[in-house]
């Protein structure tokens, strides 16, 4: 095998321990990488001795090393933020036909919407990106309150619809229930008829680090779908967090 060889079998097992959201064996990455078990060993243990996986001593599964989650917990900038997400964005896009967007928190309040994809409907959102919005009527910002990446605006909080939130108890409730879920919604607290959904891609530290929504008007997204739609962005950004070294609480004790 060249030298060659060895560097993209190497760079190609990185990636598939990266991407997994679950720790991977020795055994399953042969397979997954139709390689020998003996050359996918080797491979793994030159790996960690540079830091850039890991294996539990209880089982030998490996998962990223002390490198890659030392990166991702020095934060990564919006540039990276969108080249990550741009393929989840325009799968989910493809999945619902609704517009997707991309936010993350800026100082001052407020979320900054950084990349888009349109909706496939001449009745469509508007276009967000550049924008800035308070946290507690969008469903991005509660995303984006809820899991530690941003904090609401000191005073009183602004009503810009009949149902907008603006008792700090009853969205500190709705909080833990996004926290509990996983995603969040907004229904006609931004804009009288106006849906999101919102889900956070988390860091290594479990903080949210952008937060990705699906958005349209009422009549498409009626209160049924928005389960679905939920369920949707967050298998999304779960794979998304798990390249940027994030693992739930508990995953790959022994």
Avoid at 2 to 10: E, V, Y
Avoid at 63 to 69: A, K, Q, S
Avoid at 122 to 143: D, M
Avoid at 178 to 200: D, F, I, K, S
Wanted: glycine share 10%; hydrophobic share 40%.
């Amino acid at each position: 095998m060249t030298g060659t060889q060895a560097i993209d079998r190497a760079a190609q097992l990185l990636v598939l321990v990266v991407e997994n959201e679950s720790s991977s064996s020795v055994g399953e990455l042969a397979e997954a990488a139709g390689l020998p078990k003996s050359t996918v060993s080797r491979a793994v243990s030159a790996l960690e001795r540079q830091g850039l996986v890991q294996r539990s001593s209880a089982r030998g599964s490996i998962r990223p090393g002390p490198v890659l989650l030392g990166l991702a917990r020095r934060g990564v900038g919006e540039q990276d933020i969108a080249e990550l997400c741009r393929e989840a964005l325009e799968n989910l896009a493809d999945a619902t036909g609704e517009t997707v967007d991309l936010a993350v928190a800026v100082p001052g309040g407020s979320e900054q919407y950084i990349a888009q994809v349109d909706s496939r409907h001449i009745l469509g959102t508007t276009n967000w990106v550049g924008r800035r919005l308070p946290h507690h009527c969008t469903a991005v910002g509660k995303v984006l309150v809820a899991f530690g990446a941003a904090r609401l605006q000191r005073g009183a909080l602004e009503r810009l619809t009949p149902d907008t939130i603006t008792d700090r108890d009853t969205l500190s409730a709705e909080l833990d229930t996004v926290r509990a879920c996983g995603y969040a919604t907004a229904v006609g607290e931004l804009e009288p008829g106006l849906v999101a959904v919102a889900a956070p891609v988390l860091d290594a530290d479990g903080r949210a680090v952008a937060a990705i929504s699906i958005s349209g008007p009422q009549f498409r997204i009626p209160s049924d779908r928005l389960d679905g739609f939920g369920k949707l962005l967050t298998k999304e950004t779960e794979t998304l967090s798990a390249r940027l070294g994030y693992r739930p609480a508990g995953e790959g004790a022994a």
